[in-house]
C-alpha cells in the first residue's frame, strides 16, 4: 500500500525536512580534521534536540541489524558508505565522509544525506561526489506525475553507467511519511516504463550511492551496520526527501 499525502501533509514533511537539512549543514561545518564521529553526531543531536524533532535513527533495528542503531546519524569513512555508527574515529586529512540523518516533526519524517572531504581533497573523491549529486539530480527531475519508478531508478543507474562507477541495488530509496521506510522501494537502477506509476502525493526519498571503480560487492563490520565496500574503494551517498506534485518534483530536505 503506498500512500499519498495531501499538500497540507507534504508540508507537514517540509518542516522536518528543515531541520534534517539544518543537521547536516552543521555537521558539515563542524568536520574536520581531528574531529570525532562522535562529536559530529552531538552536533546533529543538538539541532533536533533544539527543534523539537525526534530522530529516526537511534534505536532503529531491521532485520539485518544485529543491534539498534546507536547515533542520530550515520557517519561513513572513506571505503564505509552506508550506515557507518559514529564512534570515537578522528577524522584525518583527506578523509570522504557520508553523512546521512532523519528526524520526524509531529510525527511526519524527512530523511536525507550528503559527501564531503575533509581538509586536503582527492580529485577522484570530488569527481565521485558531484557525479552522485548528479545522479539525485536526474532521479529527482524524473519522478514527475505520470512516470514510473523505473524511470528514476534508470536515470539513475545512467549517470552511474557511464562514470564506471560501482552500484548495488540491494539498498537504496523509500517510500516516507509517517514512517521512515514506507513503500515503494526506489531502486537505484532499472529500466525506464516499469514500475510503479508516480502521482501528485506520492514523497520518495531517493538516494544513490556509489563506489570508485565498476565492484559491487559489500561487507558489513562487526559492529553490524557499517557497510564498505569489499575491495576497499572509496563510495559516496546523496539523498533527499522529495514530494511528486501537480507543479513537478519539490525536494523537502533542501540545504540553503
Same mark, same amino acid.
Given at each position: 500500500?503506498?500512500?499519498? $499525502? ?15 537539512? /539544518? /543537521? ?10 581531528? *574531529? ?10 543538538? *539541532?533536533?534536540? %533544539?527543534?523539537?524533532a525526534v530522530s529516526l535513527f537511534e534505536g532503529y533495528q531491521p532485520g539485518f541489524a544485529t543491534k539498534p542503531f546507536s547515533g542520530v546519524i550515520c557517519t561513513s569513512v572513506n571505503d564505509a558508505v552506508l550506515h557507518g555508527l559514529p564512534s ?33 581533497? &582527492? ?15 536526474a532521479g529527482i527531475a524524473a519522478a514527475v506525475p505520470g512516470a514510473r519508478l523505473g524511470d528514476v531508478g534508470a536515470a539513475i543507474g545512467e549517470i552511474g553507467r557511464r562514470a564506471g562507477l560501482g552500484t548495488n541495488l540491494d539498498f537504496g ?5 509517517? &514512517? ?18 508516480? &502521482?501528485?502525493?506520492? *514523497? ?11 565492484? %559491487? ?14 575491495? $576497499? ?14 507543479? =513537478? ?5 533542501? &540545504? =540553503?
Amino acid at each position: 500500500m503506498v500512500d499519498l $499525502k495531501t499538500a497540507a501533509e507534504i508540508e507537514q514533511m517540509r518542516a522536518a525536512g528543515r531541520v534534517v537539512a /539544518a /543537521a547536516l549543514t552543521a555537521v558539515k561545518k563542524e568536520a574536520a580534521v581531528g *574531529v570525532s564521529l562522535r562529536e559530529l553526531d552531538e552536533v546533529a543531536r543538538d *539541532v533536533l534536540k %533544539s527543534a523539537g524533532a525526534v530522530s529516526l535513527f537511534e534505536g532503529y533495528q531491521p532485520g539485518f541489524a544485529t543491534k539498534p542503531f546507536s547515533g542520530v546519524i550515520c557517519t561513513s569513512v572513506n571505503d564505509a558508505v552506508l550506515h557507518g555508527l559514529p564512534s570515537n574515529l578522528r577524522l584525518a586529512d583527506g578523509d570522504l565522509l557520508n553523512v546521512d540523518c532523519g528526524a520526524s516533526v509531529d510525527g511526519w519524517c524527512a530523511d536525507s544525506a550528503t559527501s564531503f572531504t575533509i581538509g586536503t581533497p &582527492r580529485a577522484e573523491d570530488l569527481e565521485l561526489i558531484e557525479t552522485t549529486e548528479q545522479a539525485l539530480a536526474a532521479g529527482i527531475a524524473a519522478a514527475v506525475p505520470g512516470a514510473r519508478l523505473g524511470d528514476v531508478g534508470a536515470a539513475i543507474g545512467e549517470i552511474g553507467r557511464r562514470a564506471g562507477l560501482g552500484t548495488n541495488l540491494d539498498f537504496g530509496g523509500h517510500g516516507i511519511g509517517r &514512517r521512515m521506510h514506507e513503500e515503494p522501494h526506489v531502486p537505484n537502477g532499472g529500466h525506464p516504463g516499469r514500475g510503479l506509476k508516480l &502521482r501528485a502525493g506520492h *514523497v520518495i526519498a531517493i538516494e544513490p550511492w556509489f563506489w570508485h571503480g565498476p565492484g %559491487s560487492v559489500y561487507v558489513i563490520d562487526d559492529d553490524g551496520w557499517t557497510l564498505r565496500s569489499a575491495d $576497499k574503494t572509496r563510495g559516496a551517498h546523496a539523498e533527499h526527501t522529495v514530494a511528486i506534485t501537480p507543479e =513537478g518534483p519539490q525536494i523537502l530536505t533542501a &540545504r =540553503g
